[in-house]
């Protein structure tokens, strides 16, 4: 028995499930031939639970109620021989449309789907819609890790229906990196779980300078969590997310993922391991090596752009004050390290002067471009430093002049430095 009349008839174990899964309320009223008046639901199943109370007796079939439900207006009849039934139909019509179409767009709900990023390749949008599905929107949070093709961009994905501020501590693991050398590489990042991803794109590096592909250790924290959308909010109107999750796991950061990365990281292994017993395999080192010099100093400046990005997108706010320490970070994070690394790039080649890669090195002058570029990086960074330095009282068109200055010369600066890249890899293929 329903406010818009009666429904059914339904078998008793229908009604019984509907009403475990919430769909009934147990005091609706229901009835069956052979009772008097209708009774609830609640009543029906009690007495069956306890058979010594017996449903009332039915009556004799020609004293048979009709089915209750709410009495239809009277036909009256108009000067003009129409009836006034026709607006409570339609009205119902409308009704059962609006529940129908409420009920479809909320079932179309179930299904798992993101956007694509502006740094998400077509092939990894397509690798994260393969991997998952929609599991139910109480689904908790479980994390897989997905890298762009310049690991640039790290993006974790979640079938939960969750949003919640998330905070990440990556941690290269010891001999799982695809590098020659031993680097290691810690990180922190932090972004926005929400429809189903969370993008990191800032890193502020603990150890190293940029991210190498490899396996990493990775501490994930997500806070003050709530449920992401209006139909899991609906559908979980009882119940809360979980506020906080923590976790600790290990994630692979490779653009082309886990499976092709073990085969990587074999073959690079079985290098490593050869070429510590043959000297055959010197030159090999001697690419990838450079290879990743320029890759650093690619990282270096990308860094260098963002943080002389973010000073000046605070504006002219207490200007003199936040100079002077933006000045003093930059050169204990990166006019140090540019040091450093131009002096052990010096001590690189002296090495391999003395040993059998002695022709391959004087050939090209390597060891002037990685000079070049590590120089160019560094008074590319200067000149707006100085800029800065002679701005006492910087306006506000000052300050975004200067900004777009810095976005177009750092473009062209990494321009230069891929172009070094690609030329080294061309020289590498011609290499015998």
Known sequence: ?????????????????????????????????????????????????????????????DDLPAIPFEEEEELVSTPAGKGRRTPVIAAGLIVMILVFGIYQWMSDQEKFDIRRYPKMTLEIH?????????????????????????????????????????????????????????????????????????????????????????????????????????????????????????????????????????????????????????????????????????????????????????????????FNRRLNVMIAQYTKKYGNALTEFVVANEGYFDGLRESDLRPLITKKDYEGMVRSASKSVGMESMKVIEKLQKMKRPRPAEIKALRAQVLKNFEQLKNSLTKLLLDMTADRSKSP
């Not at 059914?8 to 499930?17: A, D, F, I, Q, V």
């Not at 919430?22 to 058979?51: C, M, N, T």
């Not at 990180?187 to 990191?200: C, I, N, P, Q």
């Not at 449920?227 to 506020?243: H, M």
Request: hydrophobic share 35%; proline share 6%; with cysteine.
């Open 1 to 61: 028995m329903l406010p818009s009349g009666h429904e059914g008839p339904y078998s008793l174990e229908t009604l019984e499930k509907r009403l475990a899964d919430h769909k009934l309320p147990p005091d609706i009223q229901v009835w069956r031939e052979g009772l008097p008046v209708a009774i609830s639901l609640q009543d029906v199943l009690s007495e069956i639970d306890d058979p010594s109370d017996d449903l009332p007796p039915p009556l004799p079939e």
């Open 126 to 318: 397509k690798k994260i819609m393969d991997n998952h599905k929609f599991e139910g929107f109480d689904k908790k949070i479980f994390f897989h890790e997905y890298a762009s093709p310049d690991l640039t961009h790290i993006w974790l994905v979640t079938t939960g229906y969750q949003r919640c501020d998330v905070e990440a501590v990556f941690r290269s693991v010891k001999d799982r990196l695809l590098t020659m050398g031993d680097e290691e590489v810690e990180l922190v990042t932090r972004g926005k779980l929400a429809d189903h991803v969370a993008e990191f794109n800032v890193f502020e590096f603990r150890k190293g300078i940029r991210i190498i592909p490899g396996l990493y250790e990775m501490d994930i924290k997500a806070m003050r969590c709530e449920w992401d959308g209006i139909v899991p909010r609906i559908r979980n109107l009882f119940t809360a997310p979980e506020k906080e999750y923590e976790a600790t796991t290990r994630v692979v950061l490779y653009p082309r993922g886990a499976d092709e990365f073990q085969q990587v990281l074999s073959q690079l292994m079985k290098k490593k391991e050869e070429m510590k017993k043959q000297t055959e395999g010197q030159e090999q080192l001697f690419w990838e090596d450079l290879q990743m010099k320029f890759q650093t100093l690619h990282a270096i400046a990308l860094q260098i752009e963002q943080h002389l990005l973010d000073f000046l997108d605070k504006g002219d706010r207490d």
